[in-house]
């Protein structure tokens, strides 16, 4: 009876999942044909597509509309050198936080732990203010060390706890053999963090790949266009091209589904590990 029952929960549970993934997956699927169908196709025929709606003029328009590939250029180094940033400081200050007993890192650790709750929407304009009289206004620089600022605190968290996780005997033994504590961290510490590094990567790589709010206003939308704001430009007051909407939002969406795939086996051992102490 213990068995069937357990057997019987199991299936139900299953059941519930499987559900639950169908409707999570809905928008997707959705998205994902609409761009591929006009406009009155879309409104007329929401979830389904046949061979006489299916066009692919979408796309090129698309692409002409969001100067896509000048964007995606932009968004990239955005990205990527705002996650270098990201990952040099946040290792760094998670080994010293996790590792250096020392009362002024617990008292940074936990200003560090406060910057979390803070709406960013509430600091916009003071960062505006502060880029334009820095003269980093209207530049890929100004947009890429406020993306850096704003997602080290959670960066250092994950990697403050990552690093309280690993064996002290490991660091004791380096300390034996003559390593400096600079040597621990590079020799030691640097290669067991592929998990936490790769949960920081997805974690704040979409989400500055898919910022709008400082691009739209820090930056140029014609001078220097990025990924999100070129997508914007298809939602009007009066009218939306969805067609051409979710055409650009399936290519933006192209890097970071590739970036997930070669990362996700780091991803959940990165968050349930990095999360539990710190």
């Given at each position: 009876?213990?068995?069937?029952?357990?057997?019987?929960?199991?299936?139900?549970?299953?059941?519930?999942l499987?559900?639950?993934?169908?409707?999570?997956?809905?928008?997707?699927?959705?998205?994902?044909?609409?761009?591929?169908?006009?406009?009155?196709?879309?409104?007329?025929?929401?979830?389904?597509?046949?061979?006489?709606?299916?066009?692919?003029?979408?796309?090129?328009?698309?692409?002409?509309?969001?100067?896509?590939?000048?964007?995606?250029?932009?968004?990239?180094?955005?990205?990527v050198?705002?996650?270098?940033?990201?990952?040099?400081?946040?290792?760094?200050?998670?080994?010293?936080?996790?590792?250096?007993?020392?009362?002024?890192?617990?008292?940074?650790y936990?200003?560090?732990?406060?910057?979390?709750?803070?709406?960013?929407?509430?600091?916009?304009?003071?960062?505006?203010?502060?880029?334009?009289?820095?003269?980093?206004?209207?530049?890929?620089v100004?947009?890429?060390?406020?993306?850096?600022?704003?997602?080290?605190?959670?960066?250092?968290?994950?990697?403050?706890g990552?690093?309280g996780?690993?064996?002290?005997?490991?660091e004791?033994?380096?300390?034996?053999d003559?390593?400096?504590?600079w040597?621990v961290?590079?020799?030691?510490?640097?290669?067991?963090?592929?998990?936490?590094?790769?949960?920081?990567?997805?974690?704040?790589?979409?989400?500055?790949?898919?910022?709008?709010?400082?691009?739209?206003?820090?930056?140029?939308?014609?001078?220097?266009?990025?990924?999100?704001?070129?997508?914007?430009?298809?939602?009007?007051?009066?009218?939306?091209?969805?067609?051409?909407?979710?055409?650009?939002?399936?290519?933006?969406?192209?890097?970071?589904?590739?970036?997930?795939?070669?990362?996700?086996?780091?991803?959940?051992?990165?968050?349930?590990?990095g999360s539990?102490?710190?």
């Open positions: 009876m213990d068995n069937k029952k357990i057997t019987a929960k199991v299936i139900i549970q299953e059941i519930v499987v559900l639950f993934s169908i409707i999570e997956l809905v928008p997707i699927y959705y998205f994902a044909i609409s761009a591929f169908k006009k406009r009155v196709d879309i409104v007329q025929h929401p979830l389904s597509i046949s061979a006489e709606t299916f066009i692919t003029s979408n796309f090129p328009y698309a692409i002409k509309k969001m100067k896509f590939f000048e964007a995606l250029r932009n968004t990239g180094v955005m990205t050198v705002s996650m270098l940033i990201i990952i040099v400081l946040a290792s760094l200050a998670g080994f010293a936080i996790a590792r250096i007993k020392w009362k002024p890192f617990d008292i940074y936990k200003i560090v732990m406060s910057c979390m709750v803070i709406p960013f929407i509430g600091c916009l304009l003071p960062l505006v203010a502060q880029a334009t009289q820095m003269n980093i206004y209207n530049s890929l100004g947009v890429i060390l406020i993306e850096a600022a704003w997602n080290l605190p959670f960066s250092i968290f994950l990697y403050a990552f690093m996780g690993i064996s002290k005997e490991l004791e033994a380096a300390y034996i003559g390593c400096t504590t040597g961290y590079w020799k030691i510490f640097l290669p067991l963090l592929a998990p936490v590094t790769a949960t920081c990567c997805i974690r704040n790589g979409v989400g500055i790949w898919n910022d709008y709010l400082v691009s739209n206003s820090l930056l140029n939308s014609n001078a220097t266009p990025t990924i999100m704001v070129g997508i914007n430009k298809f939602f009007g007051k009066y009218t939306t091209e969805y067609g051409y909407a979710f055409a650009g939002i399936m290519l933006s969406s192209l890097p970071m589904v590739i970036m997930f795939m070669f990362l996700q086996k780091y991803f959940i051992k990165g968050i349930t590990v539990v102490k710190g």
